[in-house]
């Protein structure tokens, strides 16, 4: 009786079983931990805030859902891809960096 060869990693061409949640494609726990730049994951609360993105952008984007881990009783946390979240950053507002703000000091100067 002849084993079924296992579907190979689309990075790196192992045999695995292992699909990725988002693209659906096959991927070793490898090659998702050492191609970061692909497959990071950001938190659905992260991408709205630092991204400046409302919940019906991310409507387009694939979602991950796992048992939060701070939090049992709490809502799964939906995790999105990092690159297709800051690609959707830099369609919407130019840019896909993270909206930061930044506090300045300032004097007041009062006139007569």
């Known amino acids: 009786m002849a084993t079924k060869a296992k579907p190979p990693c689309s990075e790196c061409g192992k045999g695995t079983l292992r699909k990725h949640p988002i693209l659906g494609?096959?991927?070793c726990a490898d090659c998702q931990r050492h191609h970061q730049d692909k497959y990071r994951y950001i938190t659905k609360t992260r991408a709205l805030s630092?991204?400046?993105l409302k919940?019906?952008?991310l409507e387009c984007l694939g979602v991950?859902?796992?048992d939060n881990p701070y939090y049992?009783?709490?809502?799964p946390m939906q995790l999105y891809l990092l690159n297709q979240v800051e690609?959707?950053?830099?369609?919407?507002?130019g840019s896909p960096e993270p909206y930061t703000v930044?506090?300045?000091?300032?004097?007041?100067?009062?006139?007569?």
């Open 87 to 93: 690609e959707l950053s830099k369609k919407k507002w």
């Open 72 to 75: 049992k009783k709490a809502a």
């Open 64 to 66: 991950h859902e796992v």
């Open 102 to 112: 930044e506090l300045v000091e300032f004097s007041v100067v009062l006139h007569k």
């Open 55 to 57: 919940p019906n952008d």
């Open 50 to 52: 630092e991204y400046r």
């Open 25 to 27: 494609t096959y991927l």
